[in-house]
Structure formats: structure tokens, C-alpha cells
Nanobody, 121 residues
Framework: QVQLEESGGGVVQPGGSLRLSCAASGRTFSRYTMGWFRQAPGKQREIVAAISWSGGSTFYADSVKGRFTISRDNAKNMVYLQMNSLKPEDTAVYYC??????????????WGQGTQVTVSS
């Protein structure tokens, strides 16, 4: 019901910044919780951040809290992840995902293809 496409990944030096974008299409996007996940080689996929349908509630993993900011623009069917003070351990494929239920309900049913983020000197 929802199609997602990430963009904005690339190579950045430690301490740098990057902004990821996710374009959504399909019905009922504005009522979906949206999340960003990441997966590094040899590691489990983990949630990075999530935002409620209204934008009024957010969640951040402890590892990125204070450095990353999730936001959304429902009028444009877009969700963003601003990443500051990047560290090498942030290197991963980042995925945008849509959740038809509340932020604290982990029912992410729709996924993008992912975008590579590499943090290296």
C-alpha cells in the first residue's frame, strides 16, 4: 500500500553531516508512523528513529540521540533524517519504513531499498 524510496546517502568524514530523504507514495501516508532503520555488515538491523503521523512524537535510539533528527512533511509525502556529528560506527545501509500503527507498536510493514552511508576519514 505504501512505496518508499530513500536518497541522500554517501561518504562523509567523521564529524560531518548528511541528510537522508524518503519519498513515499501510496494511500494513507499521512497517518503512518515513519521510521529509519540501519544495518551494518554482520550486525542486526536496528531502529534509528521514528516519528508519529502528526510529527508530535519521536523516538531515537540511544546511540544517535542528540545527533540525529527525524522530521516529516506530509504535504510532500517526505520523511527526513538529519545526521550530525557522524561517527564511523554510523556506517550502514539506512532504510526508510512505514508503520500503519502507533509509534510504539513495531509493525513496520513497508520498506525502501536502502541507501548506503559511509563515515570514514
Amino acid at each position: 500500500q505504501v512505496q518508499l524510496e530513500e536518497s541522500g546517502g554517501g561518504v562523509v568524514q567523521p564529524g560531518g553531516s548528511l541528510r537522508l530523504s524518503c519519498a513515499a507514495s501510496g494511500r494513507t501516508f499521512s497517518r503512518y508512523t515513519m521510521g529509519w532503520f540501519r544495518q551494518a555488515p554482520g550486525k542486526q538491523r536496528e531502529i534509528v528513529a521514528a516519528i508519529s503521523w502528526s510529527g508530535g512524537s519521536t523516538f531515537y535510539a540511544d546511540s544517535v540521540k542528540g545527533r540525529f533528527t527525524i522530521s516529516r512533511d506530509n504535504a510532500k509525502n517526505m520523511v527526513y533524517l538529519q545526521m550530525n556529528s557522524l561517527k564511523p560506527e554510523d556506517t550502514a545501509v539506512y532504510y526508510c519504513a512505514a508503520n500503519p500503527r502507533s509509534l510504539m507498536t513495531m509493525t513496520y510493514e513497508y520498506w525502501g531499498q536502502g541507501t548506503q552511508v559511509t563515515v570514514s576519514s
